[in-house]
Nanobody, 124 residues
């Protein structure tokens, strides 16, 4: 079982930046692919991006490419989402998720552990 706790959300003006963190429990964090998802009010949850268990590969939703960066620090059991050039349409609750050990970070069906979410609000 993996427990995930997100932090770093808040209110920011358009064009600003935020860095979300997701701390994971357990001793095998380095075997889990990690992903970030978001859900805006009235919309379905969507995949923002993911990072492979090795950290060598990242994936991003088209609309955040070049603005968002996912990284991980396996020594700290933490994954990050650096968000730059934020837009009002980035407003959502952001969730981190862990996939089955050694699975693909791109396979959304593999994400089985979820955090509680952190709110990001971008004002225009």
């Amino acid at each position: 079982q993996v427990q995930l706790v997100e932090s770093g959300g808040g209110l920011v003006q358009a064009g600003g930046s935020l860095r979300l963190s997701c701390a994971a429990s357990g001793r095998t964090f380095s075997s889990y692919p990690m992903g970030w998802f978001r859900q805006a009010p009235g919309k379905e949850r969507e995949f923002v991006g993911g990072i492979s268990w090795s950290g060598g590969t990242t994936y991003y939703k088209d609309s955040v490419k070049g603005r968002f960066t996912i990284s991980r620090d396996n020594a700290k059991n933490t994954v990050y989402l650096q968000m730059n050039s934020l837009k009002p349409e980035d407003t959502a609750t952001y969730y981190c998720a862990a996939g089955r050990p050694f699975s693909s970070a791109y396979d959304l069906n593999e994400y089985i552990y979820w955090g509680q979410g952190t709110q990001v609000t971008v004002s225009s």
